[in-house]
């Protein structure tokens, strides 16, 4: 299925030049590219170990730079480097579609190409760069050429200067073939340098949260379930049981045994090797009132479960050092507005009272599915 992109994105010319016309080409090697439109660091670096995977073997060194300024005055200042032999400019800018413009550095000729997919969670737009990217350099290398317009005039015409992109021309690809590589059989990809879009996390919690004045902070064991849409939106499940808390007094005695669970959604934001989720969460808190024994002449009730609904707002910081674990770190702070309180009638006394606002903080190990 690749192949069958990469004839359609690159019109490479099938004409043979001979390495007189252009001199220089066997002394370059290295690859420029150039990437706008704030694709992550996690996506460069998957398109990076996309290129050297299929450029391995061929003493080409590929140098991957962001950001802004003139493109124009980048590409004329890469031109100038006597050992670079393909310019690329990968613009992710629009919402629908991305453009790859291709300049062969030695002949000073360019062509640009439109991907209509153009999602950044798309593999498959990464993996078309990529090849792309490899074939102008193996056809140049193999002595072809890769463009027949000038730059002035593609990087003139081009949406990197501001105007309307033009319809993609209609000229097919027929692309130099990979070295030891047929047509019909594409590379093979690492799985590793494909980028992640969704990640399931799944792990053990120990928690800690504040309960009543007599039990200020109590902790707890618990399990979280969690999906990430990188770069976008996460949203995880959880449940924790807290340990028994003993209320005592004149009265009599009472435990409480408490479980909480959450539901949290929030915006994702990824800098490898940390991520940061700011989070709402929806709390369910379900407090058990166990073994109660009353003073003489009290009487004591039966056991009873009393619930509390209300919010939290936090933020959930996570370490990933290695593609299948994670580390998460989360406090938040938020309000039940249920009061609570364990009394004596007739007299109603209280025995214990359960603060309205809670503190929770989090610490989680998890396993992630990417």
Known sequence: MYWFLLSWALPLQAQEVQTSETPGIATRSTVR??????????????????????????????????????????????????????????????????QVTIVDAARKRAIKRRLPWGMAEDAAALEAVASIVVSAVAALQDGLEVASQSVEEVLRDSELHGDAPPEAQEAQVQPAPDRGQSPETPAALPEA??????????????????????????????????????????????????????????????????????????????????????????????????????????????????????????????????????????????????????????NNEVIAELWPWLLVAELALELRLP
């Open 193 to 346: 340098a494909r980028p992640k879009t969704w990640t399931i996390d799944a792990g053990v919690i120990g928690a800690l949260a504040s309960f009543a004045p007599a039990e200020k902070m109590t902790w707890g064991l618990g399990a979280t379930l969690g999906v990430t849409w990188v770069s976008h939106l996460a949203a995880r499940l959880s449940a924790v049981r807290f340990r028994e808390a003993v209320f005592q007094s004149e009265l009599g005695e009472f435990r409480s045994t408490r479980t909480m669970f959450g539901l949290a959604v929030g915006p994702h934001f990824e800098i490898e090797p940390l991520e940061l989720v700011p989070e709402a969460r929806f709390v369910v808190e379900l407090n058990e009132r166990r073994s109660v024994a009353g003073a003489a002449g009290v009487t004591a009730l039966e056991e009873a479960v009393v619930s509390r609904y209300g919010a939290l707002a936090g933020a959930l910081c996570r370490y990933v050092p290695g593609q299948y674990v994670g580390v998460s770190l989360y406090g938040g702070a938020g309000y039940l507005p249920r009061r609570v309180k364990y009394v004596v009638t007739p």
């Open 33 to 98: 590219l150039l990437a706008l439109g704030g694709l992550t660091q996690a996506r460069l670096s998957a398109l990076r170990a996309l290129i050297d995977a299929e450029l391995e073997g061929a003493e080409v060194e590929l140098v991957i730079e962001s950001g802004g300024g003139p493109v124009a005055v980048w590409v004329e200042q890469s031109q100038r480097d006597p050992s670079t032999i393909v310019i690329a400019v990968l613009d992710t800018r629009q919402p629908n579609h991305w």
